[in-house]
């Protein structure tokens, strides 16, 4: 009896702990433009690393409030003295809300999951990990397998939010 007045009791205190958490909020588009820099390699000692660098713009759409974004990222990239370009999905995962205490929410902690298609032949498949400070500044490091080219590219970065925040409705 006591376990059946506990349970819905818990899911509901557990609901609104959710409902508080402004990261990933519902119908939300969001659009951050990073710059990039890093190398590809194939780990191997006999071919040199790579430099590769460029400018991604990602929009992406909350998928599931409080936990989920998709979209889509196109980035332009110079590499092997060329500029190419690569376009394809992502999908970010919220792993924790950075809780600033009494000053509420300072930003959140998610990992992205990409697969890319360049016009230098490039298919790059792999993800990140990525620090969104104050709903403005994104930090983060990706890693990505050129299935292709046998390569890894392996790039921190760093962004800033390009669209507005959404404001919550006044009473």
């Not at 557990?14 to 402004?22: E, G, I, V, Y």
């Not at 820099?37 to 990602?58: C, E, I, L, R, W």
């Not at 890693?143 to 800033?160: E, M, Q």
């Amino acid at each position: 009896m006591n376990l059946a007045i506990l349970l819905p009791g818990l899911l509901l205190a557990c609901s609104s702990l959710h409902a508080q958490d402004p990261e990933f909020p519902r119908k939300e588009f969001i659009m951050h433009v990073k710059l990039q820099g890093g190398m590809a390699t194939n780990f191997k000692g006999h071919s040199p690393d790579v430099f590769v660098g460029g400018v991604q713009v990602v929009p992406q759409y909350t998928l599931v409030a409080g936990h989920l974004r998709g979209g889509l990222i196109g980035e332009i990239f110079f590499t092997n003295k060329k500029w190419q370009a690569a376009i394809g999905p992502t999908v970010s995962w919220k792993l924790a809300t950075i809780n600033l205490k009494q000053f509420g929410s300072g930003g959140n902690i998610h990992l992205s999951f990409d697969h890319l298609w360049g016009t230098g032949g490039q298919r790059l498949l792999g993800g990140g990990v990525n620090i969104d400070l104050l709903n403005f500044i994104v930090m983060g490091i990706s890693v990505h397998r050129d299935y292709a080219l046998n390569s890894w590219w392996i790039r921190p970065g760093f962004g800033i939010r390009l669209s507005k925040v959404k404001q919550p409705p006044h009473p």
